[in-house]
């Protein structure tokens, strides 16, 4: 005898418990899951930015859920949202990408950030700012400026020579 989430999860059984719209991202359910939610209800919660959507008493990310409806496997790599927004999981949204990939798209600094801005930090017993960007897992100075802004300013400069996959990338997304 088996248990009940031994079995991997395929496309079909996923279809027969899932509905998806690959225009919006949105996930309903086929079936009703549990007494509280009925066939046709959106599924899925917001953690972190992410929508989970949870059977078999298992969690599922919503962006790997939506892989492996339309495409029949799996993703093999991480799963990058080409907008930066984590709950936006319409499938033109949605891209396989290296953990380095992924991390280049990143749209805003760190919440601990003293200057809420990528790329930019203060240096320590100086009265100026840093640049710096990681290529290939390695940390490349840029230059010390008089402001943050300036140090920022370089590093979208470099960012969109070294991070092919950021959308910050394109012209005009800087700061402000």
């Not at 805003?108 to 897992?137: E, F, P």
């Amino acid at each position: 005898m088996t248990k009940p989430n031994s079995t991997p999860l395929t496309q079909k059984r996923l279809r027969e418990l899932l509905h998806y719209e690959p225009d919006t991202g949105v996930f309903t359910w086929i079936i009703r899951p549990t007494r509280k939610r009925k066939a046709g209800d959106i599924a899925g919660y917001l953690d972190n930015g992410y929508v989970l959507i949870g059977f078999n008493s298992k969690n599922y990310k919503a962006h790997r859920l939506a892989w492996l409806y339309e495409y029949g496997c799996w993703p093999s790599k991480h799963i990058d949202h080409i907008d930066g927004n984590p709950s936006n999981n319409r499938i033109s949204n949605l891209r396989e990408a290296t953990q380095s990939e992924n991390l280049q798209n990143q749209l805003k600094a760190r919440a601990d950030s003293k200057t809420s801005l990528l790329g930019a930090s203060r240096n320590k017993n100086r009265s100026n700012y840093r640049a710096q960007i990681m290529v290939n897992g390695k940390s490349i100075h840029l230059g010390c400026f008089k402001t943050d802004i300036e140090a920022h300013d370089a590093y979208i400069t470099a960012k969109r020579i070294h991070h092919p996959f950021g959308t910050v990338a394109s012209k005009g997304m800087s700061h402000g």
